[in-house]
């Protein structure tokens, strides 16, 4: 079980919108800054995770997760952790679901996904048909 202290930051996710972070300078990972309150979607939470650098524990509410902006990038140390594969879920939506680095980038990231489901997703692989999942690197 991931805890705070394992990493140099953490993140709830607190809406399942598919947003971007809307400031990647400001260390909040915050989608929406014209509703009071930091407005945390998965995508913002990973942004920011990225921007920032270092290990990151993002935890993620319960509920369906969309992806409609494209896959969800992993750039960094990143620990995700759901409330249970039932009660979790992102939707890759038909695409990749998670990709992690890119291709022009071969960091090595250790990647830890816990507690949740990844459905509804297509590697680079898959689209070429040749088998696959939903997490591409």
Known sequence: ???AQDHDRSFYVTHTEDR???NLLDG??????NTPGVQTSLRSAL???AALGGRTLITVGAGTFTNLLGPLK?????TLVGQGPE???IDANGA???TIGNLLDRT???VKVQGLTLRNGLTLSELAQEGGAGITN
């Open 28 to 33: 909040i990972p915050d989608s929406d800054p």
């Open 108 to 110: 090595v990231y250790g």
């Open 87 to 89: 009660s979790t879920i």
């Open 47 to 49: 942004d920011q995770a």
């Open 96 to 98: 990749r679901g998670l």
């Open 74 to 78: 992993i750039a960094g140390d990143i």
């Open 1 to 3: 079980i991931a805890s």
């Open 20 to 22: 971007f972070d809307s």
